[in-house]
């Protein structure tokens, strides 16, 4: 998740990015690794796999046909020959980007948010059970 509000556009995200995954516009946008990730649906050719718990593109399957860059919802996906976008530094402890960045301002957020999802849809289970 990216905080717009703190980011100074440095682009140290863009530029220590391994793979090149960061578009930087005004801010840098980067894949949200989405629980249900359009960009998975739709690949034919099942190019694109949860790994690590990050949506990563299997260079070696895209057949580059762009309906992943169509269907994401952030516009995170860049076409060339294949598909190319964020991988969220799957193999590492923290994202690159993350670590280079002097702001704070790409963070953890999405972790926050969705563990106060789980939280909340737990709550919300056991009072629905409570009130049968």
Do not use: Q, W
Not at 29 to 56: D, Q, S, W, Y
Not at 92 to 114: R, S
Not at 116 to 127: G, Q, T
């Amino acid at each position: 998740m990216i905080d717009i509000k703190k980011c100074v556009g440095c682009r140290r995200c863009e530029m220590s990015c391994p793979i090149n995954g960061i578009i930087f516009l005004d801010y840098p946008i980067k894949c949200f690794h989405c629980e249900k990730a359009p960009c998975l649906e739709v690949c034919p050719e099942n190019a694109i796999e949860r790994i690590n718990n990050k949506v990563v593109i299997i260079k070696d399957k895209c057949i580059g046909c762009g309906l992943c860059a169509l269907a994401c919802p952030f516009g995170a996906i860049r076409m060339g020959k294949v598909a190319m976008k964020c991988n969220g530094c799957y193999k590492l402890e923290k994202e690159i980007c993350k670590t280079v960045c002097p702001t704070g301002a790409i963070n953890d957020l999405e972790n926050i948010i969705n563990e106060k999802l789980k939280m909340s849809n737990e709550r919300y289970r056991i009072i629905h059970l409570y009130s049968r």
